[in-house]
């Protein structure tokens, strides 16, 4: 049986962020208390990326972290402030895909791979509780990516 569904009692998690300075900048957005994946947020204070599309439901932009070995790195942020899949109008389904289709096109993506994220950040290893998806197209021509493939984490790692 799953676990029951948890509402988070925070909108950020420190603990799920991969750089020094991405923790920092977590810092800052939670002494504002605001979501920083909430539209008002992506488009006039916490998005340190330009906004490369907005459909009815979604914004997409490039992830100012991106993992390593990545030739894009993209995050489409939901348009309204949901934490899980339950929160998302139905619709949005295919206005994602049909999004994802004009970054397949506009980007010419030889492949790579489409995640979501949504729910408890010891689940999903989110840093920002909001629903959001990732569209990673990995760099195999990166001397070190043989060694070192891209890795979507899910799930935290307790120390």
Not at 93 to 110: I, R, S
């Amino acid at each position: 049986m799953l676990d029951k569904k948890i509402k988070p009692k925070k909108l950020l998690d420190l603990e799920n962020a991969r750089h020094d300075d991405q923790r920092e900048y977590m810092r800052e957005i939670m002494a504002d208390g605001v979501c920083p994946f909430c539209p008002e947020q992506i488009k006039h204070k916490y998005n340190k990326e330009p906004i490369i599309k907005e459909t009815k439901y979604w914004i997409l932009s490039k992830n100012h972290w991106p993992y390593a070995h990545t030739q894009l790195h993209l995050i489409a942020f939901y348009k309204e402030h949901a934490e899980n899949l339950v929160d998302l109008d139905p619709r949005a389904g295919q206005d994602l895909f049909e999004l994802m289709q004009w970054v397949d096109k506009q980007y010419d993506l030889p492949g790579g791979a489409i995640a979501m994220r949504f729910g408890d950040t010891d689940y999903s290893a989110s840093s920002v509780v909001h629903v959001h998806v990732h569209i990673i197209v990995p760099n195999v021509k990166d001397p070190n990516y043989l060694d070192q493939p891209v890795r979507f984490k899910i799930g935290k790692t307790h120390k």
